[in-house]
């Protein structure tokens, strides 16, 4: 695809249709693409070829970009024998644990060159579930490699007309990036916090380097708390990382969290937490959290994506706070990075600084521009989402006939909890999941929206997401009973509000949900 293929979907004029398969929101390195109906959907989660002729972009984590595609198609002419094929990482550190993952033996990780730049990646040979077992490791740990580093090797080997022209700070953005996030968080300064490839890979990193600080003191068991980001719940249930896990699946249940803790006394490393959760939008208790963590030795890694440093403070609960700005610290869905945030009260602070460092992987040098270009607007973006949010909270209280219910940090359930670590110049957040009592194709198909993956762009965004992120649970009825067991069924929308002026956002969804 070539940069005339953009047409930005902005915020004031993002509040319509877009034919599906084009990239949102348009530039070449687009985390989301334009799903516009179930029916698409369900092609596109499905495999079907039709579907998928017509929308081949995704997400980067879950559809391998196609500057990506082509660089390890070039790579693996070089490299691969008959029928394999190769996996690009990040790092070599990345190659290695992919391989490890996979079962595969040390020569698969393969160091390479191509147009002048040094690569890692992961031999894959035909046929076998290494294959599948290397790249779901480098999916669920966001050890991929850039798309912008893959334009600089077709660019720099003479195989692309032009690369995307975008905004960048070139002048140490890395130091950017890590001073406005300091300042956001209230840590006392950038050492606090590390950057990594993507949000996944700052999770990754979190739970790998409090897991080795605790694996010293005899403990490797991990709690997770809640139905959280798929992702996430990936890496303990296929053990990426961790040593045995338990769920506790309902975030509310402090007595049943407690139960899990007691008996895994001693041998807790950590429990991992959302706030609010992905995508049911349930606030746990934080600061009862941190007393249960107190009283069983163990660290308490808070993901808070969603709620944003903006509108809470975790930073005095949690050992550890992970974010990722792919969502609203950048705000423009064309790029991924994420960040893991030292609390600087936290007893394995001086452990954990020293420690990070040897997990995850450092982003590409021109996503860290990208980022640092985007970052700056971070808290003035929060205020105009908080109040479009807001606004359309009220909007869809005015449909009861459509609307059953709408999830957020601020309903009856999580409210309190939500308090107790909001800021008193913050607000509930972007993102809603709003349960329809009516079929999702209904409001979905008719909504002038972004429609695709992803969340946390200046442009408002609506998703099928339960069939985006359960679309294998959806096909059978004892996986339909599981979600519903969460709270969760395939007609729900998920929406993240932009910073367009609340009354467009509002009067797109007064179209699409009909008299109310």
Not at 30 to 40: E, G, K, T, W
Not at 106 to 118: E, K, S, T
Not at 291 to 311: F, K, M
Not at 477 to 501: F, K, Q, Y
């Amino acid at each position: 695809m070539s940069p005339a293929a953009s047409g930005r979907t902005g915020s004031a004029d993002g509040l319509r249709h877009i034919a599906a398969g084009r990239p949102v929101p348009g530039s070449l390195h687009s985390v989301s693409v334009s799903i516009p109906d179930v029916a698409s959907v369900v092609g596109y989660e499905s495999g079907d070829a039709a579907t998928l002729s017509r929308i081949s972009w995704g997400y980067p984590r879950f559809r391998t970009h196609p500057y990506v595609t082509r660089v390890a198609e070039l790579a693996a002419r070089e490299d691969a024998g008959p029928g394999e094929g190769l996996v690009l990482t990040r790092s070599a550190r990345s190659a290695r644990a992919a391989a490890a993952y996979a079962g595969l033996p040390p020569q698969a990780v393969r160091d390479l060159v191509l147009g002048g730049h040094g690569l890692s990646g992961v031999r894959l040979p035909a046929g076998g579930p290494e294959a599948a077992r290397a790249r779901a490791h480098v999916q669920h740990t966001g050890g991929h490699l850039s798309s912008r580093q893959a334009e600089d090797v077709l660019w720099d080997a003479g195989l692309l007309d032009a690369r995307q022209s975008e905004e960048t700070v070139d002048d140490s953005p890395a130091e950017t990036v890590r001073a406005v996030l300091a300042d956001a968080y209230g840590v006392p300064g950038p050492a606090y916090v590390t950057l990594r490839n993507s949000g996944m890979n700052a999770v990754t990193a979190a739970v790998e380097a409090v897991s080795e600080i605790q694996r010293a003191n005899g403990r490797s068991h991990w709690l997770q708390l809640g139905w959280i980001f798929f992702d996430t719940m990936h890496l303990f249930e296929k053990g990426i990382v961790g040593a045995g896990h338990t769920t506790v699946p309902d975030p509310f249940d402090l007595a049943e969290v407690a139960r899990a803790v007691a008996a895994h006394a001693g041998d807790l490393a950590g429990i991992v937490a959302e706030i609010p959760s992905n995508p049911g939008l349930r606030v746990p208790d934080v600061p009862a959290l941190r007393e249960i963590a107190d009283r069983a030795g163990c660290a308490l890694v808070i993901d808070a994506t969603i709620a944003t440093p903006h509108n809470v403070d975790v930073v005095p609960y949690a050992d550890v706070v992970c974010e990722s700005l792919t969502k609203y610290a950048t705000g423009s869905a064309d790029v991924l990075m994420g960040a893991v945030v030292v609390a600087p009260g936290s007893p394995l602070a001086a452990d954990l600084m020293t420690v990070l460092p040897r997990h995850g992987d450092e982003p590409y040098r021109r996503d860290t521009a990208r980022v640092a270009a985007r970052v700056r607007g971070y808290a003035e973006r929060m205020e105009r989402v908080n109040a479009g949010a807001l606004a359309l909270a009220r909007c869809l209280e005015r449909h009861p006939g459509v609307v059953r219910d709408t999830g957020r940090p601020l309903d009856a359930r999580s409210a309190a909890n939500y308090r107790k670590v909001a800021r008193p110049t913050g607000g509930p957040g972007g993102l809603l999941m709003v349960d329809l009592k009516v079929p999702l194709e209904q409001v979905y198909d008719r909504l002038a929206v972004a429609k695709g993956p992803s969340f946390g762009a200046e442009f408002t965004m609506a998703s099928p997401q339960v069939f985006i992120a359960h679309y294998d649970l959806l096909r059978t009825e004892r996986g339909r009973a599981a979600l519903r067991a969460r709270g969760l069924h395939r007609d729900m929308l998920r929406v993240s509000v932009g910073t367009e002026p609340p009354e467009l956002v509002v009067e797109a969804f007064e179209r699409a949900l009909g008299p109310g």
